[in-house]
T-cell receptor
Framework: GQQLNQSPQSMFIQEGEDVSMNCTSS?????WLWYKQDPGEGPVLLIA???AGELTSNGRLTAQFGTTRKDSFLNISASIPSDVGIYFC????????????WGAGTKLIIKP | EADIYQTPRYLVIGTGKKITLECSQT?????MYWYQQDPGMELHLIHY???????EKGDLSSESTVSRIRTEHFPLTLESARPSHTSQYLC??????????FGAGTRLSVL
């Protein structure tokens, strides 16, 4: 089946640092979504992207829909302790009937 | 904020028991989904529904079953729980734009 490669798997950062993560696929996607999951909770949508090249911000978060339509990037600026959690990318393939393909997640940990 | 509710939040039961995990949404979404997720790991789709009386199996084989008799309700049932069913179960719903909204999940432990 189709897969998304999400990297890095985990990140240890200092408070105040910028964070970057990405997802890549061998297939073309129509939609890219970025979610954050806190421990013991369900994923919460951060940003939705619908067009190649689209750049969208949500506070300190910025995500881009790659121009090839096969990748997406999420950046977090000036990280704070509440940014800790797992970030998932999800994409809707061009030939999908509303199902999403999920990345394996990037675990963000802030060093004390 | 999504209006999708899962009960119970936590469930500890013995092997062989029948259980039903409840999921309800008040957004009028046609599409609903069940995912299984081990702690800190990726989401695996186990069931989905495109509307009333429509149910399909997902990518991950599961011994659970689902039903969709009402638009707002998508319960998941395990006829005979086993320790291998221990996991977190997440319910989600969506409209045509494919954004899935998740409930808080049910953390199941089978002893």
């Amino acid at each position: 089946g189709q897969q998304l490669n999400q990297s890095p798997q985990s990140m240890f950062i200092q408070e105040g640092e910028d964070v970057s993560m990405n997802c890549t696929s061998s297939s073309i996607f129509n939609t890219w979504l970025w979610y954050k999951q806190d421990p013991g909770e369900g994923p919460v949508l951060l940003i939705a992207l619908y067009k190649a090249g689209e750049l969208t911000s949500n506070g300190r978060l910025t995500a881009q829909f790659g121009t090839t339509r096969k990748d997406s990037f999420l950046n977090i600026s000036a990280s704070i302790p509440s940014d800790v959690g797992i970030y998932f990318c999800a994409g809707q393939p061009r030939d999908s009937n509303y199902q999403l393909i999920w990345g394996a997640g990037t675990k963000l940990i802030i060093k004390p | 904020e999504a209006d999708i509710y899962q009960t119970p939040r936590y469930l500890v039961i013995g092997t062989g028991k029948k259980i039903t995990l409840e999921c309800s949404q008040t957004m009028g979404h046609d599409k609903m989904y069940w995912y299984q997720q081990d702690p800190g790991m990726e989401l695996h789709l186990i069931h989905y529904s495109y509307g009333v009386n429509s149910t399909e199996k997902g990518d991950l084989s599961s011994e659970s079953t689902v039903s969709r008799i009402r638009t707002e309700h998508f319960p998941l049932t395990l006829e005979s729980a086993r320790p291998s069913h221990t996991s977190q179960y997440l319910c989600a719903s969506s409209l045509a734009e494919n954004i899935q909204y998740f409930g808080a999940g049910t953390r199941l432990s089978v002893l």
